[in-house]
């Protein structure tokens, strides 16, 4: 009998060992798709907090930069204009002029709730009818 060369895969000659290695494989796969999809979404909530951090950043030098000062009033009788002159721990510096707002109520809610209408009032844009 002569010799006779077989064509076979290392497949077949270890074909357990190949079907184990098949599945690991696949679960490999699977367990880095996985990975992938959470690394992903990691990526993303960081990057909305990045640009939540950035954004708060810019608001904080900006409330900062603009001089402003919160006198809060004791419900009292008197001459408002007088209370606000003579509170103690006045803002120091220079300055020329400035604005007052002015929100009275019965609780802190509703000074919030005044205030928020008012910056809608002075921030939303005037809509002319056409």
């Given at each position: 009998m002569a010799d006779i060369w077989q064509s076979?895969?290392?497949g077949d000659v270890f074909s357990g060992s190949a079907q184990s290695l098949v599945s690991i494989q696949a679960e490999a796969d699977n367990l880095f798709n996985k990975y992938?999809?959470?690394?992903?979404?990691?990526g993303q909530k960081i990057n909305v907090l990045n640009?939540?951090?950035?954004?708060?950043?810019?608001?904080?030098?900006?409330?900062q930069g603009t001089g402003l000062y919160v006198l809060q009033l004791a419900p009292a009788?008197?001459?408002?204009?007088?209370?606000?002159?003579n509170a103690s721990n006045p803002p120091t510096g220079d300055?020329?002029?400035?604005?007052?707002?002015?929100?009275?109520?019965?609780d802190l809610a509703s000074v919030i709730q005044?205030?928020?209408?008012?910056?809608?009032?002075?921030?939303k844009p005037v809509e002319i009818p056409k």
């Amino acid at each position: 009998m002569a010799d006779i060369w077989q064509s076979k895969t290392l497949g077949d000659v270890f074909s357990g060992s190949a079907q184990s290695l098949v599945s690991i494989q696949a679960e490999a796969d699977n367990l880095f798709n996985k990975y992938s999809a959470v690394a992903n979404q990691l990526g993303q909530k960081i990057n909305v907090l990045n640009n939540l951090l950035n954004g708060t950043g810019d608001l904080l030098n900006k409330l900062q930069g603009t001089g402003l000062y919160v006198l809060q009033l004791a419900p009292a009788q008197g001459n408002l204009v007088s209370r606000i002159s003579n509170a103690s721990n006045p803002p120091t510096g220079d300055y020329s002029a400035g604005i007052v707002l002015g929100f009275s109520a019965m609780d802190l809610a509703s000074v919030i709730q005044g205030y928020q209408n008012a910056i809608e009032i002075l921030t939303k844009p005037v809509e002319i009818p056409k």
